[in-house]
């Protein structure tokens, strides 16, 4: 498999993720192990996760994904095949949250003892804390990559002005530079990441680690009316996708797909894939069904004909 660099990090990642969020919220730890398993014995490396992950579920506290994936490298002996992507930032089950100094420093050894690791490869700023100045934030940053715990950062729900801001302040200040951007992006949600934070990417050389790249499962196409949305629990969120432009986009990955013998799901993800600016998409699954959909999409090429009607299918107005 063609491996990809995570922008100037020197960072070669496979060009699919695993999305960690649903290890100890929709599937058990024996489940997990085996989707990381399959995921690896394909040749993916990239694990992507958050301290916070599931702090939504009633009665946990956060940390409970970074601990299944710590209980699997210590079992597997396989932490050096691995790129190991977490996050700071989000508001944990105690209050705790931001990007101060200080606040990095204690919260990335929770992440190292969950993670059964001494080093994350990619420590990633999970949202904008506008209270704490740019520079401070680097500045701890800069501490980890110096002790060795840290090998390259990353922004995550960043604006396009803050992310510029981040990278100028790093620039003067000499202190590390942010080597990737996670944000939302798929086929139906194209705007909010191609008008401002596409381009700045580009001209600066970042990696993108796109999350909802299946936009809450509505581009596998199992919701296709207000009838299909009790399918699963994620279903209420897909219902604002269910209008004219939903459609249109179904109907060209439904168009796409029959010509490759593939499904929607894999035709989504190979588009987001074949745009010049996308490092690897993030995709999660919860059975191993589910993730072999999955990867056969790192196997399918699209045509420059393909892409062009699914462009014009998700085509947004400004």
Same mark, same amino acid.
């Given at each position: 498999?063609?491996?990809?660099?995570?922008?100037?990090?020197?960072?070669?990642?496979?060009?699919?993720?695993?999305?960690? +969020?649903?290890?100890?919220?929709?599937?058990?730890?024996?489940?997990?192990?085996?989707?990381?398993?399959?995921?690896?014995?394909?040749?993916?490396?990239?694990?992507?996760?958050?301290?916070?992950?599931?702090?939504?579920?009633?009665? /946990?506290?956060?940390?409970?994904?970074?601990?299944?994936?710590? /209980?699997?490298?210590?079992?597997?002996? !396989?932490?050096?095949?691995?790129?190991?992507?977490?996050?700071?930032?989000? @508001?944990?089950?105690?209050?705790?949250?931001?990007?101060?100094?200080?606040?990095?420093?204690?919260?990335?050894?929770?992440?190292?003892?969950?993670?059964?690791?001494?080093?994350?490869?990619?420590?990633?700023? /999970?949202?904008?804390?506008?209270?704490?100045?740019?520079? @401070?934030?680097?500045?701890?940053?800069?501490?980890?990559?110096?002790?060795?715990?840290?090998?390259?950062?990353?922004?995550?729900?960043?604006?396009? @002005?803050?992310?510029?801001?981040?990278?100028?302040?790093?620039?003067?200040?000499?202190?590390?530079?942010?080597?990737?951007?996670?944000?939302?992006?798929?086929?139906?949600?194209?705007?909010?990441?191609?008008?401002?934070?596409?381009?700045?990417?580009?001209?600066?050389?970042?990696?993108?680690?796109?999350?909802?790249?299946?936009?809450?499962?509505?581009?596998?196409?199992?919701?296709?009316?207000?009838?299909?949305?009790?399918?699963?629990?994620?279903?209420?969120?897909?219902?604002?996708?269910? +209008?004219?432009?939903?459609?249109?986009?179904?109907?060209?990955?439904?168009?796409?797909?029959?010509? /490759?013998?593939?499904?929607?799901?894999?035709?989504?993800?190979?588009?987001?894939?074949?745009?010049?600016?996308?490092?690897?998409?993030?995709?999660?699954?919860?059975?191993?069904?589910?993730?072999?959909?999955?990867?056969?999409?790192?196997?399918?090429?699209?045509?420059?004909? !393909?892409?062009?009607?699914?462009?014009?299918?998700?085509?947004?107005?400004?």
């Amino acid at each position: 498999m063609k491996l990809r660099t995570l922008g100037k990090s020197g960072i070669n990642v496979a060009p699919l993720a695993f999305g960690g +969020n649903v290890f100890g919220w929709t599937i058990d730890q024996a489940t997990s192990f085996g989707l990381l398993d399959a995921f690896t014995a394909e040749g993916f490396n990239l694990i992507d996760t958050a301290d916070a992950y599931s702090v939504w579920v009633p009665g /946990h506290q956060g940390g409970e994904s970074e601990t299944i994936i710590g /209980h699997w490298l210590k079992a597997r002996g !396989n932490r050096d095949k691995v790129v190991l992507a977490t996050k700071v930032g989000w @508001e944990m089950a105690d209050g705790q949250k931001g990007l101060a100094k200080d606040y990095i420093l204690k919260s990335v050894e929770g992440s190292l003892k969950r993670l059964q690791t001494d080093y994350i490869d990619l420590y990633q700023s /999970h949202k904008d804390d506008p209270n704490t100045p740019l520079e @401070e934030t680097l500045e701890a940053y800069d501490q980890l990559i110096k002790q060795g715990k840290v090998r390259a950062i990353g922004a995550s729900n960043f604006s396009a @002005e803050r992310l510029k801001s981040a990278l100028e302040t790093a620039q003067k200040q000499n202190l590390p530079l942010y080597q990737s951007l996670q944000p939302e992006y798929n086929l139906y949600q194209r705007q909010g990441f191609e008008q401002e934070l596409e381009p700045l990417c580009q001209e600066q050389g970042l990696g993108v680690i796109s999350y909802y790249s299946l936009a809450s499962g509505f581009l596998t196409g199992k919701y296709r009316s207000e009838a299909d949305l009790g399918k699963s629990p994620r279903g209420g969120g897909v219902k604002k996708f269910l +209008n004219e432009r939903g459609f249109a986009i179904l109907k060209a990955l439904d168009q796409v797909a029959g010509q /490759h013998q593939a499904t929607p799901a894999q035709v989504s993800l190979a588009w987001l894939m074949a745009r010049p600016s996308i490092t690897a998409p993030i995709a999660s699954a919860t059975s191993l069904e589910q993730l072999n959909d999955l990867i056969q999409a790192a196997h399918l090429t699209l045509t420059s004909e !393909n892409i062009e009607l699914l462009n014009q299918a998700s085509a947004y107005s400004n």
